[in-house]
């Protein structure tokens, strides 16, 4: 017996009345190169819907235009519904991945490259677009190890670099602060920070002569080995070249990855099943 799916004032319910022991079948295709992602949030939507699932690809895999990734066997009303429903995992996942697979293949592999912007999205969509991130081959954190992040607001409520690194110095995890300049020149903010203990020196400016300062002075001053150097801010795709080159340890890319446009794909019946 077909599942109740939709309000039965919906007009699909009308349209397709009648034909619930009719099973069909029908195909998730990609128009477009891309990295998979999404699967799992889809299959479960389909599965809701009472549909048969099989899947063709796996997450992460790199697929061409034309290639089969889901095929669904079911009633003509289930199969209405998942059109809508359905795709939009796939496609936005998708996306997200195959971004991020080609932000970290344009950047040398001594840079360790993040997108942590994933804890901006509304919660319904974080774990989704974070596995993306992650099955496109960035890392979703800054570091690997526990770490406290103290960010601007942290540091403007303690009062400045200092007194946010002693308030927190007790505390277990790595401390990893944000550099923005507003607390003086950005390298006697660096200065600050290396003495008070950070780990991780986060220029969250988007301006790269703001980086290579802070990376100079540390070479300069013999600190550039005590901390990794990290590098933030509307970082964009015409901005890697340049950031290839710099000397720094960690990139954090939010936006241009997670705003990346839908992975584009087609819904077919593919006839009786």
């Known amino acids: ?31 477009q190169p891309a990295v998979v992602a ?3 949030e889809s299959e479960n939507e389909a599965s809701s819907l009472g549909l048969e699932v099989r899947s063709q690809v796996r997450e992460g895999m790199s697929v061409l235009a034309g290639q089969a990734v889901l095929t669904l066997t079911g009633p003509a009303l289930a199969l209405a519904v998942a059109e809508d429903r359905v795709l939009g995992w796939i496609g936005k996942a998708s996306g997200v991945a195959t971004a991020a697979r080609s932000f970290r293949e344009m950047l040398p592999g001594r840079i360790r490259v993040v997108c942590g912007g994933w804890k901006k ?27 406290i992040y103290l960010d601007k607001n942290y540091i403007r409520m303690f009062g400045g670099i200092s007194g946010t690194l002693q308030a927190v110095a007790a505390l277990p995890g790595e401390k990893v602060i944000q550099l923005r300049g507003e607390w003086g020149d950005i390298t006697d903010e660096a200065a600050q920070a290396v003495i008070n203990g950070a780990a991780v020196l986060m220029v969250d400016t988007g301006r ?45 890319i939010g936006r241009s990855v997670l705003d990346a446009p839908l992975a584009d794909l087609r819904f077919e019946v593919l006839g009786p099943a």
């Not at 109740?4 to 069909?24: A, Q, T, V, W, Y």
């Not at 300062?213 to 005590?226: E, I």
């Open 121 to 147: 999205l509304p919660l319904a969509w974080r774990q989704n677009l974070r596995r993306a991130a992650a099955v496109g081959g960035m890392a979703t954190r800054i570091l690997d190890e526990p770490f």
């Open 208 to 252: 790269v002569e703001d980086v290579t300062r802070v990376a100079g002075y540390l070479r300069g001053s013999g600190w550039r080995q005590r901390v990794r150097l990290a590098f933030s801010g509307g970082i964009t795709r015409e901005d890697l070249p340049a950031i290839a080159e710099l000397d720094v340890d960690i990139i954090d």
């Open 38 to 40: 999404g699967l799992i």
């Open 1 to 31: 017996m077909e599942k109740h799916i939709l309000p039965p004032d919906d007009i699909r319910c009308s349209i397709f009345k009648g034909m619930e022991n009719r099973i069909f079948q029908a195909g998730v295709v990609f128009t």
